[in-house]
């Protein structure tokens, strides 16, 4: 969170700040689910960190092309730091006039040596 040049010397895994966390990685599917697509000890190698975002999105006329990347990028903007995936994920939308109530939540599963 400092003000560096993004390089983490002998941090392997560890993202530079303006690495965005990618889209595909955030799934419905469920941590048991997640992890029989490994190994027995799979789900021993995270440590689980809820990812929640509730927020009053205010429409208007703005354009919604823009405002649905604006959603997802505040989600991506909650996720922890060493996470390798998302499990879980759920998205709630309540009209509020012409605007929306949107919650957001899920389940990071973020690498025990990056926690």
Known sequence: M???????????????ETEKFPL???LTISAGDFAQTGSSAFLNHYVPKGVHLDKLYIFGEIDLNSEAATIKSDFV???????????DYRITMVPVGSDV???????????????
């Open 77 to 87: 903007a909650k996720i922890p730091k060493g996470t390798e995936v998302i499990v």
């Open 101 to 115: 109530f949107i919650s957001q939540s899920g389940t990071a599963l973020v690498i025990k040596s990056l926690a």
């Open 24 to 26: 595909e990685k955030i």
């Open 2 to 16: 400092g003000a560096g040049s993004g390089e983490a010397a002998g941090s392997g895994g560890v993202k530079p």
